[in-house]
């Protein structure tokens, strides 16, 4: 199924305030365009850098750029196409950050 991106105007706004990230992030919505899924383990095999929370999040974080940035992501696997939901945007020291205080699971940002 094809992926419709929720919130990328989020994404856009980002790269303004950090112009370094534009390649990489133009990068990855350009392979995202493309991506066919239909279970959470295509996101993997289209991103293999890319990580599936647990708990019941239904959350993935792309590691982009050379692991330069985060991304998390909710996604749903519709009927005909899967939605991905923005929820947070930051570097990887950030990143850290969050996971230390275990919020990847549930920050909520865009």
Known sequence: MR????????????????????ASFETWYSI??????????????????ADILGKGSNRVVFNIGGN????????????????LFVKWIGTHAEYTALCNKGNQYTV???
């Open 3 to 22: 992926v419709h991106l929720i919130k990328k105007q989020t994404i856009e706004d980002y790269i303004i305030k950090n112009a370094r990230s534009k």
């Open 108 to 110: 909520q940002l865009y």
């Open 32 to 49: 995202l365009y493309r991506a066919d899924w239909n279970l959470p383990k295509d996101i993997i095999a289209t991103f293999n850098s």
């Open 68 to 83: 330069n940035y985060r991304l998390i992501c909710r996604y749903y696997f519709g009927k005909t196409r899967v939605h």
